[in-house]
């Protein structure tokens, strides 16, 4: 219980009882993309405000003039659209891992790594889900429904069948 933690109840990111930070849906849905490119890369930057990012600021490292760029990207997003514009493509995941991160939250994500493996032929999609570290009794049950209910919704919102769940425990345990 994160409530009971010391190590997070002292932590300055906090903001308030039952607060885990950025986890999961933040992860997933708004995870802080940045670039830095040179500001006399015109065509750079120009690709990367095509593609969403905006200018934050402008600064100067070792003589050189930069731009530091912004934009929150949806990760679940970009799968639903890859399945639906090239599903054959190998990349169809998103994460949870969030390096930079890791000290502004309660718990680093445990379900942290999910990728769609779409059949065109047969129109069917599975789904693939590592856990990082697995409460077997506590966290199995809710993770299997939670793995399952996404498959079906993808499927659903994609036209694929579900076909696979298969999920994968780097460490599991019993508390």
């Known amino acids: 219980n994160a409530n009971e933690n010391a190590q997070w109840l002292a932590n300055p990111y906090r903001e308030g009882t039952d607060d885990l930070g950025d986890v999961y849906g933040v992860q997933w849905r708004k995870w802080p993309g940045y670039k830095v490119l040179e500001a006399a890369q015109h065509e750079r930057v120009a690709d990367a405000t095509a593609r969403g990012y905006r200018i934050v600021t402008q600064f100067e490292e070792e003589g050189v003039k930069k731009v530091l760029l912004y934009k929150a990207i949806d990760q679940l997003r970009q799968c639903l659209d890859t399945i639906m514009s090239n599903p054959s493509d190998r990349r169809i ?35 693939c889900l590592y ?35 298969t999920y994968f425990i780097g460490d599991a345990h019993i508390y």
């Open 93 to 127: 995941l998103f994460h949870g891992w969030n390096p930079a991160l890791l000290d502004q939250i309660a718990l680093p994500a445990c379900h942290l790594l999910y990728q769609f493996l779409p059949n065109v032929t047969r129109r069917e999609i599975s789904l």
């Open 131 to 165: 856990i990082r570290s697995n409460d077997v009794g506590l966290g199995t049950p809710f993770n299997l429904a939670e793995g399952a209910a996404l498959l079906s919704l993808v499927g659903r919102l994609t036209g694929y069948t579900p076909r696979w769940f």
